[in-house]
């Protein structure tokens, strides 16, 4: 093997990994492919139930339940309410279908179970 020049070992090198390149990129073609398939399969056997539910006929929708009013949030100025819900509007109407409009009617803050979780854990790991 010391035989070999440094110029047919950078040969050697070089096709090993122009191969794996291809081979990798040719697996990523064939699962894209698979995944292709799949998706139009399970479209059409979903756009099949949903043909199957417009025959029924249509029923008078509930009424809507009454809003709840919402507890009192902690003071925060006016605009940064604004903003935070212009921008929750954006984020709503740009992940939506662009046939429906949507309305923001309230923005709250929810409180986080890991964020308790944590504050609890870091109280209890302190001695007081």
Same mark, same amino acid.
């Given at each position: ?17 122009? $191969? ?6 040719l697996?990523? *073609? =064939? ?6 398939? !799949? #998706?139009?399969?399970f ?12 025959a ?6 509930a009424p809507?339940?009454?809003p ?5 949030a902690?003071? $925060?100025q006016a ?6 819900? *212009? =921008? ?6 740009? !992940? #939506?279908?662009a046939?429906?409009d ?12 890991w964020?308790?979780?944590a ?7 302190r001695n007081?």
């Amino acid at each position: 093997m010391e035989n070999i020049s440094f110029g047919l070992k950078f040969g050697n090198s070089l096709l090993v990994m122009v $191969v794996g390149v291809f081979v990798v990129f040719l697996v990523l *073609a =064939v699962l894209i492919l698979i995944c292709s398939v !799949m #998706g139009k399969i399970f479209a059409s056997a979903v756009g099949g139930k949903k043909t199957e539910k417009k025959a029924e006929p249509k029923q008078a929708p509930a009424p809507a339940p009454a809003p709840v009013p919402a507890p009192a949030a902690p003071a $925060v100025q006016a605009e940064d309410e604004d903003e935070i819900a *212009a =921008v929750i509007a954006a984020v709503v109407a740009a !992940m #939506g279908p662009a046939k429906k409009d949507f309305i923001v009617r309230r923005v709250r803050r929810v409180g986080s179970k890991w964020g308790s979780a944590a504050r609890e854990e870091i109280l209890s790991s302190r001695n007081f």
